[in-house]
């Protein structure tokens, strides 16, 4: 078995499922790590329009309002997939086996259903704004130079779906580790030893495998 990070794949169908929704979420990162690129960008000509011309950036708060969903949604999936998100493990790094499986498959699916709630509540939010009659569509725009709300929430959603199937993959692999009683489940973050997260991020900083 080879793996990227913690996450072991195999040529099985879910691994592939896995490998092919990685790819989406890693483009989706991709994005979110351009917007931040972009909002440097925009404070170098805000400051240097302001403190050369007396002219800051016309409507710079209103594009960083719009890039904000890019920022703060978009990678949460990738960051999911590979086991990137703040946990205590404290207990459940104790556990192994199917008491191990048990919990993260009882801790996903809550996640999951949170997740759901969060899709079906941010797209009647997304709609609420959308209009096709409307001018650019929109019946809300942003305070300073009128762009349309309605592109930036609907990120929320796409986010929010794109790590909805995330965890619906997660979930169907630790239900068949816990059937199966796997020894090294694919397609779901493994719990690392300080050693093994140490080689792990000197891997990162190299910037090649070892």
């Known amino acids: 078995m080879a793996g990227s990070s913690l996450v072991l794949s195999d040529d099985s169908r879910l691994s592939r499922i896995d490998q092919s929704l990685y790819r989406l979420e890693g483009g989706l990162a991709l994005v979110s790590g351009v917007a931040v690129f972009s909002l440097m960008l925009l404070a170098v000509i805000s400051v240097s329009g302001r403190n050369f011309f007396n002219h800051p950036l016309s409507g710079y708060v209103d594009w960083i309002e719009q890039a904000m969903p890019l920022i703060a949604f978009m990678g949460v ?39 759901l709630l969060l899709v079906w509540g941010s797209w009647a939010h997304f709609e609420r704004s959308f ?43 630790y239900s068949r580790a816990f059937l199966r009683n796997e020894k090294d489940p694919i397609a779901v973050p493994l719990i690392a030893d300080a050693a093994t997260q140490a080689a792990i991020e000197a891997e990162h900083v190299s910037g090649h495998d070892t």
């Not at 192994?96 to 048990?102: A, D, E, F, Q, S």
């Not at 001018?135 to 929430?153: G, Q, T, V, Y």
């Open 77 to 115: 999936a990738y960051t999911q997939r590979d086991g990137g998100h703040i946990r205590m493990d404290m207990l459940v790094g104790k556990l192994t086996g199917r008491p191990l499986y048990l919990v993260e498959l009882v801790t996903t699916g809550a996640m999951l259903l949170l997740m």
């Open 131 to 173: 209009d096709f009659s409307a001018p650019m569509w929109s019946r809300d725009s942003s305070m300073d130079i009128s762009l349309p709300l309605w592109p930036a929430k609907l990120l929320a959603p796409v986010a929010f779906a794109v790590l909805s199937l995330r965890l619906t993959l997660q979930v169907w692999a």
